[in-house]
């Protein structure tokens, strides 16, 4: 049944195999896209997606992980146009009013405004109907599996893949509570083999990361460093109001940094090592990589430029991809 589901066609065709006397030679081998991680900087997707069109590359599988599953879930549903419109009118007033701040659930933002925009683009589509094979990578709280989601409804999918912990809540998807999927596979090549291409090109959005990961062998604490930063006293003398210490823990102070740059600096350092690990122990036919280091994960408002930066460097890398292309057929 397994083997069925890979050779099916662009279109969904779950037609026996091919007889010799019906089968025919493929134009091109089957082109998947593993689309990663990133936030903000995923929006380079939209890019690396109208530059292999119009080099006549289209792809038969495309796996996302958390934006890569939004971006390559509105491809696969034809709303690429109409994502692309939205996001590039993004700006913070605008991205505020998606934000239903919630202090009740388990994360800062309860997701329901966001899904319902998706919603509204790609409507009540799931998978099975896409034209092309589409899987959204998520991952379970608790047990930490891998989920590939192939069926049931695209934006759900969608919402599981991006829950961020702690910043949006887990998403109960068959019986199970899902959350993003860059803890355990930040760019998803093996699902994308798995699914059937035979060439994977992985776009990796955060590889522009440079001097990350390196080790610093001798450091201690300062006397004068605790002076600064100790501030243990002032909850006892009653000075600090309950406004000004939330304040503190989630601003931050006196170059500590808050609750949120926290978690977002702690995600991207475990997404970037076990990005490394897996391309390293799969990796990809070909590979992108958007120069994006000047975007931060919560620069919404720069969509223009994430989607330029990944169509500049399809250009870049489309010689090989073409290259690769053709040593398949």
Not at 314 to 325: C, G, L, S
Request: with cysteine.
């Amino acid at each position: 049944m397994f083997e069925s589901f890979l050779r099916r066609g662009r279109n969904g065709d779950r037609a026996a195999t091919a007889t010799p006397e019906t089968a025919v030679v493929a134009e091109h081998p089957t082109i998947g896209l593993a689309l990663g991680g990133g936030a903000a900087r995923g929006f380079a997707h939209i890019g690396v997606l109208r530059t292999l069109a119009k080099h006549g590359i289209q792809p038969d599988v495309i796996v996302g992980t958390s934006i890569g599953a939004v971006v390559g879930g509105c491809h696969a549903a034809g709303q690429l146009d109409e994502f692309e419109e939205w996001c590039s009118r993004l700006n913070t007033r605008r991205l505020l009013g998606y934000l239903d701040v919630s202090f009740s659930g388990a994360g800062l933002i309860g997701g329901g405004r966001l899904a319902n925009r998706l919603e509204k683009s790609i409507g009540r589509t799931v998978i099975e109907d896409l034209p092309i094979r589409f899987a959204a990578i998520a991952t379970e709280v608790k047990t930490g599996h891998e989920i590939w989601l192939t069926r049931g409804l695209l934006v759900e999918a969608m919402r599981a893949s991006y829950a961020l912990p702690g910043i949006f809540p887990p998403v109960h998807v068959g019986g199970r509570w899902l959350v993003d999927g860059a803890l355990v596979n930040p760019v998803p090549v093996s699902a994308a083999r798995s699914l059937g291409a035979r060439l994977v090109i992985a776009v990796n959005v955060n590889a522009d990361q440079f001097d990350r990961g390196g080790t610093i062998p001798d450091i201690g604490v300062d006397i004068d460093d605790v002076a600064a930063i100790d501030d243990r006293g002032t909850l006892r003398n009653g000075l600090r109001t309950a406004e000004r210490l939330l304040k503190r823990q989630f601003v931050g102070h006196r170059g500590r940094p808050g609750i949120p740059s926290v978690m977002v600096d702690a995600f991207n350092v475990m997404q970037d090592r076990i990005t490394r690990s897996r391309l390293a122990g799969d990796p990809p036919d070909v590979t992108i990589n958007p120069r994006l280091g000047q975007i931060g994960w919560f620069d919404f408002h720069r969509a223009s430029e994430a989607i330029a930066a990944g169509a500049e460097a399809t250009e870049r890398a489309i010689e090989t991809v073409q290259d690769a292309v053709a040593t398949l057929v």
